[in-house]
């Protein structure tokens, strides 16, 4: 079974970088086609992609987003990590990590329970 | 990359069928055969319902369905049930590894 939990931070100040983590466990983050992704949702919003990556360090954002977020992983630890620089209020939401487990799944399999991170001075 | 269009709400009695509609353009929904839907109840992770326009995942009951006709893709609750009030949102792929999630829509069953 695979499971999937994000940790970091419930607040931030305005003008802070944000740092979360994604440590997963039933898949190796090694495994070809492995993928893992980013996605927020503010209070009483949509869901809203943010950036992922691949078991061989491809990564890819959101056009968006693309010049305040980065993302790394930790093959070793299983770990996916989510920076995302100069923090607004309205980057209030909950971020959910969520896994592909190969390439031509085009969809997001497993989910994390989510994490709520608030932006507020 | 602009969000997928959805209906902000449906609704329909227990038993009926209603169908949500999922909008986008040639470079997202229409360009490929990969729209999937989530159901998310308050307080809850997304849940993967409908993959790959119309395919199931394994124990996802078969009340849903899913379809696709250009640029719209569809999700048809049949037989609704006190369970399935939630929100549902639609995603596609979006070319080079992205994808785009829908604006949401809450299902109310009366």
């Known amino acids: 079974q695979i499971t999937l939990k994000e940790s970091g931070p419930t607040l931030v100040r305005p003008t802070q970088t944000l740092m979360l983590t994604c440590t997963f466990s039933g898949l190796s983050l090694s495994t070809s086609g492995v993928h893992v992704g980013w996605i927020r949702q503010p209070p009483g919003e949509a869901l809203e992609w943010l950036a992922g990556i691949y078991w061989n360090d491809d990564k890819r954002y959101s056009p968006s987003l693309k010049s305040r977020i980065n993302i790394t992983k930790d093959t070793s630890k299983n770990e996916v990590v989510l920076t995302m620089t100069d923090m607004d209020p309205v980057d209030t939401a909950t971020y959910y990590c969520?896994?592909?487990?190969?390439?031509?799944?085009?969809?997001?399999?497993?989910w994390g329970q989510g994490t709520l991170v608030t932006v507020s001075s | 990359q602009s969000a997928l269009t959805q209906p902000r709400s449906v609704s329909g009695s227990p038993g009926q069928s209603v169908t949500i509609s999922c909008t986008g353009t040639s470079s997202d929904v229409g360009g490929y055969n990969y729209v999937s839907w989530y159901q998310q109840h308050p307080g809850k992770a997304p849940k993967l319902m409908i993959y790959d326009v119309s395919k199931w995942p394994s124990g996802v009951p078969d009340r849903f369905s899913g379809s696709k006709s250009g640029n719209t893709a569809s999700l048809t609750i049949s037989g609704l049930q006190a369970e399935d009030e939630a929100d549902y949102y639609c995603?596609?792929?979006?070319?080079?590894?992205?994808?785009?999630f829908g604006t949401g829509t809450k299902v109310t069953v009366l």
């Open positions: 995603c596609s792929y979006a070319g080079s590894y992205t994808f785009v």
């Open positions: 969520a896994l592909r487990r190969f390439v031509g799944q085009n969809y997001f399999e497993s």
